[in-house]
């Protein structure tokens, strides 16, 4: 079973709605992204905290907005999403020692349709 | 030219032959190469990690990094149905400046095997 748990694992929202999407993971990792795929492409970097801090901002959009309360727990927030944005958001962990070696724990993932 | 190239397949096999799969990439600085193991609509699971060139083997799996051709590929042996997912591999550079231990993702061979 993974290490990184990610809610809700299904979602439909309408393009008015507000919706979060939430990610826990208990290893001990102090960097975590979120990820976005599409059917069949690799994943695509959307955030990066390091350190609870926002390290890297893919240029996504605004209506995406993440949130890193503390080092196990990472949120984004959605509103006002266009159907194009439906997709598989993926969390992942990675240890973030001066020696990062990229080594990405991910979660199983959040299907999101937007109607 | 994209960093890392991967042939999306499918790569369609028998049950018990030995696969191989490739990806070539361009940037010498990557250190750390990674295949992920991802079944349809689940989140990537990291398969085997590779520091610099050289083999690992894990089980049926054997990992292989050549730096002078930056080419690396997996091999599974004995491969079984419950192999069939997409394998994607995944590079990054050492460091903790500008995202460079992110890693940069092939786009994925889909395998399938079958009985």
């Known amino acids: 079973d993974t290490e990184v748990t990610q809610t809700p694992k299904h979602l439909v929202m309408g393009m008015t709605n507000k919706k979060s999407l939430k990610c826990e993971q208990h290893?001990?990792?102090?960097?975590m992204y979120w990820y976005k795929q599409k059917a069949k492409k690799p994943p695509e970097l959307m955030f990066v905290?390091?350190?609870?801090?926002?390290?890297i901002n893919e240029s996504v959009p605004s209506r995406f907005s993440p949130e890193c309360p503390n080092s196990s727990l990472l949120n984004l927030h959605l509103h006002a999403l266009q159907p194009e944005d439906s997709a598989l958001y993926l969390c992942?962990?990675?240890?973030?020692?001066?020696?990062?070696?990229?080594?990405?724990?991910f979660g199983e993932g959040s299907r999101l349709t937007v109607l | 030219q994209k960093e890392v190239e991967q042939d999306p397949g499918p790569l369609s096999v028998p049950e018990g032959a030995i696969v191989s799969l490739n990806c070539t990439y361009s940037?010498?600085?990557?250190?750390?190469f990674m295949w992920y193991r991802q079944y349809s609509r689940k989140g990537p699971e990291l398969l085997m990690y590779t520091y610099s060139s050289g083999n690992k083997e894990d089980g049926r799996f054997t990992a292989q990094v050549d730096k002078s051709s930056k080419y690396i590929s997996l091999f599974i042996r004995d491969s079984q149905p419950s192999d069939s997912a997409t394998y994607l591999c995944?590079?990054?550079?050492?460091?903790?400046?500008?995202?460079?231990?992110?890693?940069?993702f092939g786009r994925g061979t889909s395998l399938i095997v079958h009985p």
């Open positions: 995944a590079m990054s550079a050492r460091g903790t400046s500008g995202g460079s231990y992110i890693p940069t």
């Open positions: 940037n010498s600085a990557f250190q750390y």
């Open positions: 290893m001990g990792h102090r960097a």
């Open positions: 992942a962990s990675s240890l973030r020692t001066g020696l990062d070696t990229g080594e990405l724990f």
């Open positions: 905290y390091s350190y609870e801090k926002l390290s």
